[in-house]
């Protein structure tokens, strides 16, 4: 299967699910996950429509740039960052969908600030509690919402959620419920910063994180094939 009928393929599934919730594909936005993949893989997502890219680390995102392997569609960065790397994300990256800390929070503001802009942002939540992620708790995310407003060079677009690796079909559905909710509660009480986006699916579960709410997906394996970690 070519990257271009796989993204036609997840594009009905994700229409599908979205239908069951009153919605179609095209309340969805596709995130194509492009980590190990080369440029040539990112133009063919982008030619077949991928609504954005999605890069997880800042040294191959910055290579790819350079080979402009995103060009035509908005970069997103999806990956754990560091503090002392944000400068080389800020003003490159559309939507930065993984802050999971005020430390980052802050780092970004100053870095956006220095560029005269405003970055987009979502705050990542730890939904399942597990000590190796990185994001929010959920009990203290109103308090980073809440933080974020008072930043003039940041705008907050929403959430974005990895919940523990699943076993079973529907496992993760519990978790992405709560951060829909979570989501409903905080964006309700941000009366002039209205949230957009629930960003919660990959490959194995989107149609799950759909029907749960979420309006993107971050894919990967399901459009560029498995990932070869030998390379
Ligand atoms: C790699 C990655 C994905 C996509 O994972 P697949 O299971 O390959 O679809 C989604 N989100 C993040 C943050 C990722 O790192």
Redesign the pocket.
């Known amino acids: 299967m070519s990257i271009s009928e796989n993204i036609a393929r997840l594009r009905r599934e994700i229409d599908r699910a979205a239908r069951e919730t009153g919605r179609t594909g095209a309340d969805i936005t596709l995130?194509g996950?492009s980590?190990m993949n080369d440029e040539a893989a990112c133009q063919e997502a982008i030619a077949a429509g991928i609504d954005a890219l999605?890069e997880?680390r800042v040294q191959e995102m910055t290579q790819k740039l350079a080979r402009h392997a995103y060009d035509g569609a908005p970069l997103h960065f999806?990956?754990h960052l560091q503090r002392n790397k944000v400068r080389q994300v800020v003003g490159k990256a559309a939507l930065i969908?993984?802050v999971g800390s005020e430390a980052l929070l802050r780092e970004i503001e100053k870095a956006a600030g220095r560029l005269e802009i405003v970055q987009d942002i979502l705050l990542e939540v730890n939904i399942g509690g597990e000590e190796a992620k990185s994001g929010f708790a959920p009990s203290d995310l109103y308090a980073a919402a809440k933080l974020a407003a008072q930043l003039p060079h940041i705008r907050c677009r929403g959430l974005?959620t990895?919940p523990p690796v699943a076993h079973l079909p529907g496992e993760n559905t519990p978790y992405f419920e709560k951060v829909r909710s979570l989501f409903v509660d905080i964006s309700e009480k941000m009366y002039d910063n209205k949230w957009e986006y629930i960003s919660m699916g990959?490959?194995?579960d989107?149609a799950d994180a759909i029907r749960a709410g979420s309006n993107m997906v971050?894919?990967?394996?399901?459009?560029?094939g498995a990932?070869n970690y030998t390379k």
């Not at 971050?218 to 560029?224: A, P």
Request: proline letters at 0%; zero cysteines.
């Open positions: 995130v996950a980590k999605g997880n999806i990956g969908q993984s974005m990895i990959m490959s194995g989107f971050r894919l990967g394996t399901g459009i560029f990932r």
